[in-house]
């Protein structure tokens, strides 16, 4: 079957940098994308890679190793609004996409 | 704002009553999808319509029915409802349902059947 895994929660502190991890085993890849949702909110389209490497933007950046089906959000200079759920999605071969669970993210003082 | 609005953001109904769910898109997309988001749960896509063309029907049971007018508006016709249908029902819409698309979200209806 295909699924994707994250870590259901993480914490860290204001300031600081934290790393979101996802992996994934679906058949095929065409993509793959980070949202954010606050609680009670719309998901928002954060980040989308398809290649290999790095893509920044802004505090945010993401990383993408397809050998590896590996793929992580890194959040720099945390602030107290972005305490969020952040939700790994997959794009599979015959362009549909496979969601994580989510990670609720909790920024502390 | 992300360009997808909802209404109604919340509902409560009984099992036998029926409601709607409504979705508008102002983006000029000509895809828009129906998805179920459960606590602690990935999300679960129930219909795909593009270009008002049903394109997926994920196995959705048939108390759960879809209706997309045209390609700015999609509804959720619900009826006969189950207490596990209660969730947070989320509309999205793309520029196309295949290629390179990024889906834009509405904001949800939080159901609660009781």
């Known amino acids: 079957g295909q699924n994707i895994d994250q870590p259901t929660e993480m914490t860290a502190t204001e300031g600081a940098i934290v790393q979101i991890n996802c992996t994934y085993q679906t058949s095929g890849f065409n993509g793959l994308f980070w949202y954010q949702q606050h609680a009670g909110e719309a998901p928002t389209f954060l980040s989308y890679?398809?290649l290999d490497g790095l893509e920044e933007k802004g505090r945010f950046s993401s990383f993408l190793s397809r050998s590896k089906g590996y793929s992580y959000l890194l959040l720099k200079e945390l602030q107290m609004k972005d305490s969020a759920s952040y939700l790994c999605a997959v794009r599979d071969s015959n362009y549909q996409l496979i969601w994580g669970a989510g990670t609720k993210l909790i920024i502390k003082p | 704002e992300t360009g997808v609005t909802q209404t109604p953001r919340h509902l409560v109904m009984g099992m036998t009553n029926k409601k709607s769910l409504k979705c508008e898109q102002h983006l000029g997309h000509n895809a828009m999808y129906w998805y179920k988001q459960s606590a602690k749960k990935p999300l679960e896509l129930m219909f795909v319509y593009n270009f008002k063309e049903q394109t997926e029907n994920n196995s959705v049971p048939s108390r759960f029915s879809p209706e997309c007018p045209n390609s700015s508006h999609l509804f959720l016709h619900l009826h006969t409802l189950q207490p596990e249908d209660s969730a947070l029902y989320l509309c999205?819409?793309?520029?196309?349902?295949?290629?390179?698309?990024?889906?834009?979200f509405g904001p949800g209806t939080r159901l609660l059947v009781l």
């Open positions: 999205a819409s793309s520029q196309a349902r295949d290629g390179q698309e990024t889906q834009y």
């Open positions: 890679n398809v």
